[in-house]
């Protein structure tokens, strides 16, 4: 099956600086998303974005589809930023919202 | 509702026992999932309902794991004779294909066996 490989594994940051994560993914996708899972374990769907950009406040997201990877910045950390972030990606066919997830990335945003 | 809900929100059970899982999904989504997450791993996939289509269930780990779903409503995740491995958070979450299949989650239930 398709393989999901997210960077850095852990991140740490003081507030207000920025940031970039990364998925890289082993074959040909039409279906990627990034979520936020927060200390308290809620997940939470940021973009869906098989290809392209998007931005929703001090979050982007871009995706290279014929390469394999997508980037999701995050500007101007917060401390509630801290949680782990997942990237997950699905290849189509019948199962076309089927995902594969990666390991995440922990992010810690200290004040 | 407004959310995906999931009941019940903890479990906690003897090794051997049946436990059943509970998603009502949000109103009008064709697709509904199921994920496990072990403590500090990633999401790993269960099984998928889509419509009146059957159902993708590749992820499931053994034959001890069974789920169903009425129509496009709740759907009921169940493990037979739990053993110690299938302590985790089992996630549901649902989608349509009109918001391209973006996931909303519940907030999940943790299943401990002891």
Do not use: M
């Not at chain 1, 039409?30 to 950009?53: A, D, E, K, V």
């Not at chain 2, 059957?54 to 496009?72: H, I, M, Q, V």
């Amino acid at each position: 099956g398709i393989q999901v490989e997210q960077s850095p594994p852990d991140l740490i940051l003081q507030e207000g600086a920025n940031s970039t994560l990364r998925c890289n993914f082993s074959d040909s996708v039409n279906n990627l998303q990034w979520f936020h899972q927060n200390p308290w374990g809620q997940l939470i769907n940021l973009f869906y974005i098989p290809s392209g950009t998007k931005q929703n406040g001090r979050l982007s997201a871009t995706t290279v589809a014929t390469e394999r990877y997508s980037l999701l910045y995050i500007s101007s950390s917060q401390t509630t930023d801290s949680g782990v972030y997942f990237c997950a990606v699905g290849a189509g066919g019948t199962s076309y919202g089927k995902l594969t997830f990666g390991q995440g990335t922990i992010l810690t945003v200290h004040p | 509702g407004a959310g995906v809900s999931q009941s019940p929100s903890n479990k906690v059970t003897e090794k051997g026992k049946d436990v059943e899982l509970r998603c009502d999904p949000i109103s009008g989504h064709t697709a509904l999932y199921w994920y496990r997450q072990r403590l500090g791993q990633g999401l790993e996939f269960l099984i998928y309902f889509q419509g009146n289509s059957a159902p993708d269930k590749s992820g499931l780990p053994s034959d001890r794991f069974s789920a169903e779903r009425t129509g496009e409503s709740v759907s009921t995740l169940t493990i037979q004779r739990t053993q110690q491995e299938d302590s985790a958070v089992y996630l549901c979450a649902s989608s349509s294909k009109t918001a391209h299949y973006g996931y909303t989650f519940g907030s999940g239930t943790r299943l401990t066996v002891v």
